[in-house]
């Protein structure tokens, strides 16, 4: 699990809940190294209250976020130091992420931000009129990558046995344990002694028509790939 402590508040003497993310123990989970932490809270001089972790699904990785802003400020200062500390995050690991937050500020003010045009990412509200027992707005919401919402599911609320707060529920549609991680493998040595061999038999025409056709069936993939990928073809 990531876990971020809860906070006093000096003003009132009270504090607020703090921040984790749990994750079952047949996924593939990394924590955060200290480094990245530390370099996304150097973007101003906000203190953190937020937490996130890396897990592996299926053949991508996708960063969890969970949130708290500021009760009652909406965009200020504060809450902008927040956005700020994340969206240093996300720059800096380049992956695509989930983020669930008591934002505090309706969704439709969040839009008005920017931030997700920024990162490329949608808002997925829960359908009701508020999930605050104290505020008649929906305070709580899921913000994530917007390549992320054809695998997932509605936000729905969830209601739970203390707190002021709903919870919020979703699923990804996908298989997560077909976990999918980077290995080095060393390939097998070609078997040139027995090509040369072989090869030296052949007569040269017909040294020249493999060749040919080796040159024509590697354009033929090299392009495919392009049009595929998207990328170019070298």
């Not at 924590?31 to 530390?38: M, N």
């Not at 200020?76 to 956005?83: A, D, E, P, V």
């Not at 919870?167 to 976990?179: A, C, N, Y």
Request: glycine letters at 4%; aromatic letters at 8%.
């Amino acid at each position: 699990p990531q876990t971020n402590p809860s906070m006093k508040y000096h003003d009132t003497g009270g504090s607020h809940g703090g921040k984790a993310v749990l994750t079952a123990k047949h996924l593939h989970a990394i924590p955060l190294h200290p480094d990245v932490v530390s370099a996304a809270l150097s973007a101003n001089g906000e203190k953190q209250r937020w937490t996130a972790i890396e897990v592996r699904l299926a053949k991508c990785s996708v960063l969890v976020i969970s949130a708290y802003f500021w009760d009652g400020e909406k965009l200020s200062s504060r809450n902008w130091g927040i956005l700020q500390q994340l969206s240093f995050l996300i720059f800096s690991l380049k992956i695509s992420f989930i983020l669930m937050a008591d934002f505090n500020f309706s969704p439709d003010l969040f839009e008005q931000t920017g931030w997700c045009s920024l990162h490329h990412a949608t808002i997925r509200a829960p359908s009701v009129t508020s999930t605050n027992k104290g505020s008649s707005q929906i305070l709580d919401y899921v913000v994530m990558s917007t390549n992320l919402v054809p695998v997932t599911s509605d936000v729905t609320d969830v209601p739970i046995p203390c707190g002021t707060h709903c919870g919020l529920e979703f699923s990804i549609r996908t298989k997560p344990t077909d976990v999918m991680v980077r290995r080095l493998v060393e390939p097998k040595p070609l078997p040139m002694k027995l090509f040369h061999e072989k090869w030296n038999k052949l007569h040269e025409s017909l040294q020249n028509a493999f060749f040919r056709s080796a040159t024509y069936r590697a354009h033929h993939m090299l392009a495919s790939h392009s049009r595929t990928n998207f990328a170019l073809a070298i």
